[in-house]
C-alpha cells in the first residue's frame, strides 16, 4: 500500500508531494487491530502527523484545547518529530441552534493556536460540509457558511490572532 506508492512517486521523480499520516484520533472499530499505531507507514515515509477530531455539538462542546492536548499526549511519544497538521476538523452546531457556542468554540480555538499552547501543530484545515439526514435535512451544520454571521465573526477575528 503506502510504501509501494511512496516508491512509484519516487521512481516517476515527484518531489512536490508531502506524506501525511493522517489516524483517527481513537480505533474505529474499537478493538486492538484497529489501533493507530498498526497502520504507520516506515517513519522515512511519513513527513508529516495528520490529526482528526470533530466536535457535533450534540453532547456538549469540548474546548479545542483539551481534545488536541489529549491527542498531543497520545501522539508524541511516537510522534513527537514530526510537523503536524489538523487534516480535518469543525465544530457543530449541534441541532442548529447552537450557533453561539460554536463561535464561542472558535474563538477559544484561535487563543489556543495564537498562544502557541500546541506547538507541534502548523496547519489545520476546517471541514466546511454537513453532515445530512437520510430525509436530505441537515444533522449537524459544519460549513462555513456565510450567512452565519456569529461564527464568520470568529473566524476573522481569530485569523486576526494568529497574524
Not at 101 to 118: D, E, I, P, R, Y
Amino acid at each position: 500500500g503506502w510504501e509501494r506508492l511512496y516508491r512509484i512517486f519516487e521512481e516517476e521523480g515527484v518531489t512536490n508531494c508531502i506524506w501525511v499520516f493522517n489516524p483517527t484520533g481513537g480505533s474505529y472499530p474499537p478493538c486492538n487491530w484497529a489501533n493507530y499505531l498498526n497502520y504507520m507507514p516506515p517513519s522515512e515515509h511519513v513527513h508529516m502527523l495528520g490529526l482528526t477530531e470533530y466536535v457535533s455539538g450534540h453532547s456538549g462542546f469540548p474546548s479545542f484545547e483539551s481534545i488536541y492536548t489529549a491527542l498531543e499526549k497520545q501522539y508524541m511519544p511516537f510522534y513527537g518529530d514530526y510537523p503536524w497538521i489538523i487534516g480535518e476538523f469543525a465544530c457543530g452546531t449541534g441541532d442548529g441552534t447552537k450557533l453561539q457556542q460554536q463561535a464561542t468554540w472558535v474563538t477559544n480555538m484561535f487563543h489556543c493556536l495564537a498562544s502557541n499552547k500546541l506547538p507541534n501543530i502548523k496547519a489545520a484545515i476546517w471541514f466546511s460540509a454537513n453532515d445530512y439526514n437520510s430525509n436530505g435535512s441537515i444533522s449537524n451544520e459544519y460549513e462555513l457558511n456565510q450567512n452565519n454571521a456569529l461564527l464568520m465573526k470568529a473566524f476573522r477575528e481569530g485569523f486576526a490572532l494568529t497574524h
